[in-house]
């Protein structure tokens, strides 16, 4: 939305957009991430490499988002091989967290997402270390429906 100058004019996001605009297998053209970050205010700095990138529908599901595709710009003009690679590569799955996404992504993020139920264990722990040093740990925002009572 930045790079087309149209971020303050409508209150929706390019996934939203591009959602309502494009078809399985079929992706946007090529922009300048870097540019259009920088139409946004963000403050301009030397780079060794500009990013660009593109939206792509990788899933049959109306229900999945495109996602957009990141690559340095020494892949500027590689952007039919690089969509093809994502769309092979990009899974179909139930799981509404994966789909279309590619498989490398998935289990980088199966491998490096804390999950819930990982965080209330460290609050958890947390907290009983806190009542064994005897902190009053109703000054505590307790939250994920832990009581002390």
Not at 82 to 96: K, N, Q, R
Request: proline share 6%.
């Amino acid at each position: 939305m930045a790079w087309y100058e149209l971020k303050d004019i409508y209150p929706y996001t390019d996934q939203f957009i591009f959602q309502q605009l494009i078809e399985y297998g079929q992706r946007t053209n090529p922009i300048s991430i870097t540019q259009a970050i920088e139409k946004q205010g963000a403050e301009p700095f030397p780079r060794f490499n500009e990013i660009y990138g593109f939206y792509i529908k990788t899933s049959r599901s109306p229900l999945t988002p495109p996602i957009r595709v990141e690559y340095p710009q020494y892949l500027h003009g590689q952007e039919d091989w690089i969509a093809s690679y994502v769309l092979t590569t990009s899974l179909t799955t139930y799981e509404a967290e994966f789909d279309g996404l590619p498989k490398a992504i998935c289990l980088a993020h199966k491998d490096a997402k804390i999950t819930r139920a990982i965080m209330k264990e460290i609050y958890r722990r947390g907290i009983t270390t806190m009542l064994e040093e005897g902190v009053n740990v109703k000054l505590l925002g307790l939250i994920w429906g832990f009581t002390l009572e």
